[in-house]
């Protein structure tokens, strides 16, 4: 059972940190935030994602390039241009890297308010902070696993956040409904999406990128948009009515 609750744990904790913070806040720039609260929650997002901890800056780099080249050779993970979701996920991994390490040349106008902390982005992508979390992890299992089967949660947990994109990255461009005919793939892959905190009305987002609220119809629920209304009350953040990180064309 505890290692149940861990795998959930973590799962919602992990992928609030993704949306909340790489995807709304660094690739959209739905809300603002000081310099302070930013340093937060990238120490917030280190804490949830352990192992699998990914940069900010690259994220939202690799996902404004998404936006701007959906579905074509340029998209950075397109179910059009991989055989299957694994190698999808490899070929993402492959080009967040290349970002990350400043390997490839990324044109000035993806670049542009981007939340950076180098310091402590290189810590949090290093062989010895993942390696120190996955000990961690396999500690716990070795501590509380009550089965076999739970040590295949394991992987899972340690490269999480690349499952959580892959979800919709793949699924979200492949199945589903639409609110909106767009020029792609998109789709709203639940019609009541808990387990994917909002992401999962991936057609909605393609239309409206900054929007605070991933939900559009009455049973589109998106459990991030609350929290984001609350913190904006708590000054925490500070919600954009227009958006500031306008999508490149
Ligand atoms: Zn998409
Ligand atoms: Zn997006």
Redesign the pocket.
Known sequence: MPVIIFFIAIWYLSLFSQTFFH?RYA??GAFKMSKGWERFFFVFTYITQGSHYMSPRAYAIM?RL??AHTDTEDDPHSPNFSSNIFSMMLRTRRIYTDIFKNRIPVDEKYTKNLPEWQSFDRWGNSTLSRGIWLAAYILFFAFYATSPWQYLLLPIIAAMGAFHGAIINWFAHKFGYKNFILKNTSENLFSVDILMLGESYHNN??KR?SAINFGVRWHELDPVYPVILLLDKLHVIQIQKVATVPLPE
Do not use: D, G, Y
């Open positions: 995807h690739s959209h996902h998404h936006h987002h393609h990128p």
